[in-house]
Nanobody, 124 residues
Framework: QLQLVESGGGLVQPGGSLRLSCAAS????????IGWFRQAPGKEREGISC????????FYVQSVKGRFTISRDNAKNTAYLQMNDLKPEETADYYC?????????????????WGQGTQITVTS
């Protein structure tokens, strides 16, 4: 059974940093592209970054470019999202998702497996 578990969320001050982890079990993450999404209260889910199965290609939406870094360690079956200079408006639940694909990013509905999410609150 494919399972993803996010961790690393929490409370952080504006300008602070967090690193999210997305641990996979039941499958070899190295065959899967990974996407990170977030959903703020009352808002639609937003895709923010994705990474190819090998890790050689990455994508970021403009709002996080230069502040967030997506990465993966296939030997550890884990993907990561390093988030720096966090802003209050980035308070949300953050999710990782996986799809067995050679394509770096796919539509949200095409991801095969989703984690349960981890909450991030950015506040002073």
């Amino acid at each position: 059974q494919l399972q993803l578990v996010e961790s690393g969320g929490g409370l952080v001050q504006p300008g602070g940093s967090l690193r999210l982890s997305c641990a996979a079990s039941g499958f070899i993450l190295g065959y899967y592209a990974i996407g990170w999404f977030r959903q703020a209260p009352g808002k639609e889910r937003e895709g923010i970054s994705c990474i190819s199965s090998s890790g050689s290609m990455t994508f970021y939406v403009q709002s996080v470019k230069g502040r967030f870094t997506i990465s993966r360690d296939n030997a550890k079956n884990t993907a990561y999202l390093q988030m720096n200079d966090l802003k209050p408006e980035e308070t949300a639940d953050y999710y990782c998702a996986a799809v067995r694909s050679n394509i770096m990013c796919v539509r949200a509905r095409d991801y095969e497996s989703w984690g349960q999410g981890t909450q991030i609150t950015v506040t002073s």
